[in-house]
């Protein structure tokens, strides 16, 4: 059993700022950035909680899913490192909002593996016979924990909320995540504080670690790469999709960015891609995917997904 995506969402604030905005705020240039990173703008949120981007996503979700009612999904599952709200969790808001009554739900913190996880979990429950139907939102309000004065780390964050329906079709899963806790200090956030990161660091691992996850759910897929349509990367940086592509031996045309508008919104950054590309017909019927996650913990996962 593995996962269809039957509807998608996203939600992105009004506000943006560009590169030149940040350009007044550390020492940095419109250049550097483009060039170091692929990210020219980003979103910001100052008013709505992260629960209001991760509903409107949801609902979003929901209105475009022709096959199913919010009676018919068994599982919300939210993933996010950059909420506000303690409790109830916002996967229990959404439902309220929504209107899912038969779901259970819980939120869940794999940082920039978060989507793929959530995704993988409810693989899972399929598999078992828990659920039919599943809500993956993810949610990040990241200008809240970034700090803007630090310029290696600023310059890639932005805020959003992106959310997906997922069905249970006849077909085998596959999928993989790792994780490395011996490495945590390489990307942190201690209690009340900001992101700390290690960006070379961040790079080397993602750059390593994501191309082996991709290609254990191929062989596991028994899947050839000339069947994949797209591989739907975490946008952390446009230099660690392409490095993940030549790695591959892959056209970079497979795999689809769109952090030069949003820059880096962690857990939310495939949602929002998915959602891209499905409202825009790139995601025909009988689509195969591969998504990629990495990100702190260390964490990093892969895994099949059809349209
Ligand atoms: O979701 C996972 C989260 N994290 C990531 O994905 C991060 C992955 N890493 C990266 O994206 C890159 O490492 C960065 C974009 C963060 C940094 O790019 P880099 O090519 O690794 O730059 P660097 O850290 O090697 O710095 C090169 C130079 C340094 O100056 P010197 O020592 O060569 O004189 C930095 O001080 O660039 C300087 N620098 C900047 N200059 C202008 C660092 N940040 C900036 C900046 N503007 N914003």
């Known amino acids: 059993m593995t996962g269809r995506i039957i509807g998608t969402g996203a939600s992105c604030p009004e506000l943006v700022w560009d590169n ?3 350009a007044e705020m550390v020492e940095t240039s419109d250049e550097w950035i483009r060039e170091r990173t692929g990210i020219a703008r980003r979103h910001i949120e100052k008013d709505r ?12 979700a929901m209105d475009s899913c022709k096959e199913l009612d919010a009676e018919d999904i068994g599982a919300i599952i939210v993933c996010s490192i950059a909420q506000e709200e303690v409790l109830p969790s916002v996967s229990c808001q959404i439902q309220a909002a929504i209107g899912a009554k038969n779901a259970f739900c819980f939120d869940l913190k794999a940082a920039c593996s978060g989507f793929v996880f959530a995704y993988n979990t409810c693989i899972a429950y399929m598999n078992m016979g828990l659920i039919k139907n599943a809500l993956i939102v993810g949610v990040e309000k990241l200008s809240s924990i970034t700090d803007w004065t630090d310029r290696s780390s600023c310059i890639l964050f932005g805020d959003g909320a992106g959310a997906a329906v997922i069905t249970a079709c006849e077909e085998d899963s596959a999928m993989m995540m790792k994780c490395d806790g011996s490495r945590g200090d390489v990307l942190t956030c201690p209690a ?6 290690d960006g070379q660091e961040v790079f080397k691992f993602a750059v390593r670690s994501v191309p082996e996850a991709i290609n254990e759910v191929l062989d596991q897929k028994k899947l050839a790469k000339e069947d994949v349509d797209y591989y739907i990367l975490h946008q952390a940086n446009r230099r660690i999709v392409e490095s993940v592509a030549k790695r591959l031996g892959e056209p970079i045309e497979k795999f689809p960015m769109n952090l030069e508008e949003y820059g880096n919104t962690s857990s939310a950054s495939i949602p929002i891609l998915l959602d891209e590309l499905y409202r825009c017909g790139k995601l025909p019927k009988g689509s195969r995917l591969i998504m990629a996650g990495f990100g702190a913990g260390l964490s990093w996962g892969a895994s099949y997904v059809t349209v």
């Open 20 to 22: 030149n905005k940040l």
């Open 49 to 60: 909680a992260a629960s209001a981007m991760a509903i409107e996503a949801a609902k979003k």
């Open 192 to 197: 009340g504080s900001t992101l700390i990161m």
